[in-house]
Nanobody
Framework: QVQLVESGGGLVQAGGSLRLSCAASGNIFTINDMSWYRQDSGKQRELVGIITNGGTTNYADSVKGRFTISRDNAKNMVYLQMKSLKPEDTAVYYC?????????????WGQGTQVTVSS
């Protein structure tokens, strides 16, 4: 069974920084792309950024230049470094990954971690 577990959320003042981590565990053969989504209450879940297994990244316009995704393939981890945080970045942040097990490739979600940015 595959699990994604996020950590690193919390309360931060506007202009501050946070680093989120997401660890994948279980009977994993390979991990393809890994991504971060976020969802604020009453809003749709939106893609924040994505990183391929080759390291290519892409970001939502709202976070370009402020957020950076990275991954450690040896540890099956993905990170989201967030800088210059704004109150509108407040949301639950979810890790998502396409993971291949012996049953084939499937997309998995973490449980989410709350990020709150105060003004």
């Amino acid at each position: 069974q595959v699990q994604l577990v996020e950590s690193g959320g919390g309360l931060v003042q506007a202009g501050g920084s946070l680093r989120l981590s997401c660890a994948a565990s279980g009977n994993i053969f390979t991990i393809n792309d890994m991504s971060w989504y976020r969802q604020d209450s009453g809003k749709q879940r939106e893609l924040v950024g994505i990183i391929t297994n080759g390291g290519t990244t892409n970001y939502a316009d709202s976070v370009k230049g402020r957020f950076t995704i990275s991954r450690d393939n040896a540890k099956n981890m993905v990170y989201l470094q967030m800088k210059s945080l704004k109150p509108e970045d407040t949301a639950v942040y979810y890790c998502n990954a396409e993971i291949r097990t012996r049953f084939g490739p499937f997309r998995y979600w973490g449980q989410g971690t709350q990020v709150t940015v105060s003004s």
